[in-house]
């Protein structure tokens, strides 16, 4: 089921990523003198359209998709991590996998056609669901990502540093991966109003300095919540398993 999962996975991304090269026409010679030339330009191109695919997409992380669609599911799962992701993190990363893939895959593709949409919602949903579920640490690792490309965006932004390079993003986003994987239980109100804040004002359109704004209000928040119910939090998050009971 897990190698099934991947190649869907991996098939979605070669099909998004890989597109503009399939769709680009390189002229085949067959004199033997001019094979090393054309392997050279065939790899250029194919190097090329990669980079871009890549520049783009790390664009559209930073940026308020247009479709109304995603923009509302930001919304919903933004409000939830903001305010409550400390109760529910037995399922927040299945939430949050289902919302991110539907968001990912209603974003990719535009239509005017609402079934086409609920059917991409669906998909993406699924897929990103089943992901966070079978690759646990994986899903993980990507939410951490998301949210050190987001402030490393934010940051630059604040400090009128954009444009942002691709490799200072992608160096934000490796660091935001490992720190959420290694980190106890206690930084889950920090993390979760943080993801929470950028994904709401993300789906609101707003700058980076409500990003901060709302962050502080959900971590007060939450901080509050805890003391009012007196809620013990645990040194490690526990991992959700559906066909087991949950573990500490």
């Not at 054309?38 to 930073?62: G, H, K």
Request: charged letters at 10%; hydrophobic letters at 60%; one cysteine or more.
């Amino acid at each position: 089921m897990k190698a099934i999962l991947c190649v869907l996975f991996c098939a979605l991304l070669a099909c998004t990523a890989f597109g503009p090269v399939a769709a680009q026409e390189v002229p085949v010679t067959t004199t033997p003198d001019n094979v090393a030339g054309d392997i050279v330009d065939l790899t250029e191109a194919a190097a090329q359209a990669t980079a871009t695919s890549v520049e783009n997409f790390l664009t559209r992380l930073v940026q308020t998709p247009k479709s109304d669609l995603a923009r509302v599911l930001l919304v919903i799962g933004g409000l939830v991590l903001l305010l409550a992701g400390w109760r529910i993190y037995e399922v927040v990363i299945l939430v949050a996998g289902f919302l991110m893939g539907a968001a990912v895959a209603t974003s990719l593709v535009v239509a005017d056609s609402v079934l086409i949409n609920l059917a991409l919602l669906l998909i993406g949903g699924l897929i990103g669901a089943a992901l966070s579920v079978f690759l646990y640490y994986i899903a993980v690792f990507l939410m951490g990502a998301y949210v050190g490309i987001a402030l490393t965006n934010g940051l630059a932004v604040t400090l009128a540093l954009t444009p942002v390079s691709d490799i200072a993003l992608l160096i934000g986003g490796l660091i935001g991966g490992i720190i959420l994987i290694g980190l106890s239980f206690e930084f889950l109100i920090f993390i979760s109003a943080l993801v929470g804040a950028q994904i709401l004002a993300l789906g609101l359109g707003l700058g980076a300095v409500w990003v901060i704004i709302l962050a502080v209000i959900g971590i007060v928040v939450q901080f509050a919540l805890t003391r009012a119910l007196h809620y013990e939090l645990r040194r490690r998050p526990r991992r959700i398993d559906l066909f087991r009971r949950v573990t500490s």
